[in-house]
């Protein structure tokens, strides 16, 4: 049975003092849970969570890297840089970075590679827009950015690898995809999956869903057939809110 991943995705928000405070609010709201729970951080938050994570079940990630080892990329932070402070997840490919910062199927599928080649497990977005989704194409936007993204991926390498569906549409809006909805798109996604990696593999790898996610409809979304966790938004800048998408199931 696959495990539930709860991530939170703090964007641009928590300076360090704030970083460190919430997770001494979080450690004991969430220290029995059976899920694996993640705070993906801003870079200058990395270190100060890290050490103030130790001894907790909290795994810290980054919200972004770059595909080379080093050179003249100003601004970036390589895979390389990450794991040297025992950062573990990244979240590569978010609508954001893809909107915003000129992200494409191939830069992720880059990055993706250079995270899992440094030992870094990443947490690969895919999602529609509303347009996209009007149009009927949701099925196949999805299918194939996940194609692309794991091209050239093995499936022993795909062992270290999330997938979180957002759609675009619900992200930060407050509009949230049915429950069975989400369901049937992340289903889509795993056919896909089955399509090149096999049944076996389809059936293990963690796909989550995220946009708007909140402890009103955790319970919902968490408990279908195909939904394992998710990657939360602004919900995850409260501790309290956050610790009860986790504890979802109590």
């Not at 539930?4 to 919430?22: D, Q, S, T």
């Not at 994570?53 to 990450?82: C, P, R, W």
């Not at 947490?123 to 009927?136: F, S």
């Amino acid at each position: 049975m696959r495990k539930k991943v709860i991530a939170g995705n703090w964007k641009m928000n928590m300076l360090p003092n704030e970083a460190i405070a919430f997770i001494e609010e979080l450690t004991p709201l969430v220290k029995d849970t059976e899920n694996e729970v993640i705070l993906c951080v801003p870079y200058t938050d990395l270190f100060y969570s890290l050490l103030t994570a130790q001894g907790t079940n909290i795994k810290i990630g980054a919200q972004n890297m770059h595909f080379e080892d080093n050179g003249a990329y100003t601004g970036e932070v390589s895979a390389k840089m990450l794991k040297s402070i025992g950062v573990e997840y990244v979240i590569i490919g978010h609508s954001e970075r893809r909107q915003y910062f000129a992200e494409t199927d191939e830069t992720v599928n880059k990055k993706v590679k250079k995270a899992l080649q440094e030992n870094l497990k990443p947490i690969v977005c895919v999602g529609e827009t509303l347009e996209e989704r009007e149009a009927g194409k949701t099925s196949e936007i999805i299918t194939n950015q996940t194609e692309k993204a794991l091209e050239g991926i093995d499936e022993n390498q795909l062992e270290n690898i999330i997938i979180a569906y957002e759609p675009i549409w619900a992200i930060g809006t407050g509009k949230t995809a049915t429950s069975e909805d989400a369901n049937n798109s992340i289903k889509e996604i795993r056919n896909k999956i089955m399509e090149i990696y096999g049944q076996n593999m389809s059936k293990r790898v963690i796909i989550q869903y995220g946009g708007s996610v909140k402890s009103t409809n955790a319970k919902e979304l968490f408990t279908t057939s195909d939904i394992d966790g998710g990657l939360v938004g602004g919900a995850s800048l409260k501790a309290e809110e956050f610790s009860k998408i986790v504890n979802y199931s109590d």
